[in-house]
Nanobody
Framework: VQLQASGGGLAQPGGSLTLSCVHSGSTYDFNAIGWFRQAPGKERERVGCISISSSDGRTNYADSVKGRATISRDNAKNTVYLRMNNLKPEDMAVYYC?????????????WGQGTQVTVSS
């Protein structure tokens, strides 16, 4: 599986940003695409995941972003999006998309290269 994340950049506190992840490879190998992030000096944190194999595109989110993050998909484009609203300084991190065999993104099959999100006024 190959994953290409993009869309990072500079955003102001309270602002919004949308990240994209284009995935390729056999969908027999993974059932979900997720987003993780890692801030300097902190452990990698799961942001959320979306099923790409189910018809309803079930999602789940970490408590730290629930209500501010929305993960969506466009299966025709093999693309998953992460929309972050009401950005906070603690959202600043390198964001990675991953391919997983489970909807909770516990078993990771592949990682993208990461895209930097900076939150600053």
């Amino acid at each position: 599986v190959q994953l290409q994340a993009s869309g990072g950049g500079l955003a102001q506190p309270g602002g919004s940003l949308t990240l994209s992840c284009v995935h390729s490879g056999s969908t027999y190998d993974f059932n979900a695409i997720g987003w993780f992030r890692q801030a300097p000096g902190k452990e990698r944190e799961r942001v959320g995941c979306i099923s790409i194999s189910s018809s309803d595109g079930r999602t789940n989110y970490a408590d730290s972003v629930k209500g501010r993050a929305t993960i969506s998909r466009d299966n025709a484009k093999n693309t998953v999006y992460l929309r972050m609203n009401n950005l906070k300084p603690e959202d600043m991190a390198v964001y990675y998309c991953v391919a997983s065999i489970d909807i909770q993104c516990r078993v990771i099959k592949g990682w993208g290269q990461g895209t930097q999100v900076t939150v600053s006024s």
